[in-house]
T-cell receptor, first 114, second 115 residues
Framework: AQKVTQAQTEISVVEKEDVTLDCVYE???????LFWYKQPPSGELVFLIR??????QNEISGRYSWNFQKSTSSFNFTITASQVVDSAVYFC???????????FGSGTRLQVQP | EPEVTQTPSHQVTQMGQEVILRCVPI?????FYWYRQILGQKVEFLVS????????KSEIFDDQFSVERPDGSNFTLKIRSTKLEDSAMYFC?????????????FGPGTRLTVL
């Protein structure tokens, strides 16, 4: 069975600090897909990034970067120079190849103080 | 940019009443989903739907729940006899193909309050 663990329930940082959100996953499949979604205070779920299990290349998009390590089953998300607008709940999610539903972690609430 | 829409944004109902939550997925998408999020908790999968039938459902999706695509655009979730514990945000999502690599696009959600 698949599982996603986000051990950090809430993180509070001051603007311009870097912050890393941790995600650890469990799956028996060799082919799977990992995602990050952002849920701002308005409540919608916004897609940020996806990764497949065969692509361990890290990715950077502006202030966001993702570190995927199969050896530790982790898919961590770093925000560089955080801003108040980054305040949200961030969810890591997993989808196995044969099962199209997303399994979400419990989310990490990020508060960026001005 | 195309988006998933959901109506209503907020539904208040009495325990035991039936509710229908409506979603309009993105027009060329073929796979449709319902998820729910109890306040402050994680997002949980309910059901997936493809080719006019349920392709997968979770243990949450019991006989009280049903889904339907009554026409070419709407995708509905019906709860026959609501319970207090059905109070949650319900998200509809759609995806273009069966490849699990493609991201699911989520609607803004319907907040269901059962009194």
């Amino acid at each position: 069975a698949q599982k996603v663990t986000q051990a950090q329930t809430e993180i509070s940082v001051v603007e311009k600090e870097d912050v890393t959100l941790d995600c650890v996953y469990e799956t028996r499949d060799t082919t799977y897909y990992l995602f990050w979604y952002k849920q701002p205070p308005s409540g919608e779920l916004v897609f940020l990034i996806r990764r497949n299990s065969f692509d361990e290349q890290n990715e950077i998009s502006g202030r966001y970067s993702w570190n995927f390590q199969k050896s530790t089953s982790s898919f961590n998300f770093t925000i560089t120079a955080s801003q108040v607008v980054d305040s949200a709940v961030y969810f890591c999610a997993l989808s196995e190849a044969g099962r199209r539903a997303l399994t979400f972690g419990s989310g990490t609430r990020l508060q960026v103080q001005p | 940019e195309p988006e998933v829409t959901q109506t209503p944004s907020h539904q208040v109902t009495q325990m035991g009443q039936e509710v229908i939550l409506r979603c309009v997925p993105i027009s060329n998408h073929l796979y449709f989903y319902w998820y729910r999020q109890i306040l402050g908790q994680k997002v949980e999968f309910l059901v997936s739907f493809y080719n006019n039938e349920i392709s997968e459902k979770s243990e949450i999706f019991d006989d009280q729940f049903s889904v339907e695509r009554p026409d070419g655009s709407n995708f509905t979730l019906k709860i026959r006899s609501t319970k207090l514990e059905d109070s949650a945000m319900y998200f509809c999502a759609s995806r273009t193909s069966g490849n699990s690599y493609n991201e699911q696009f989520f609607g803004p959600g319907t907040r269901l309050t059962v009194l």
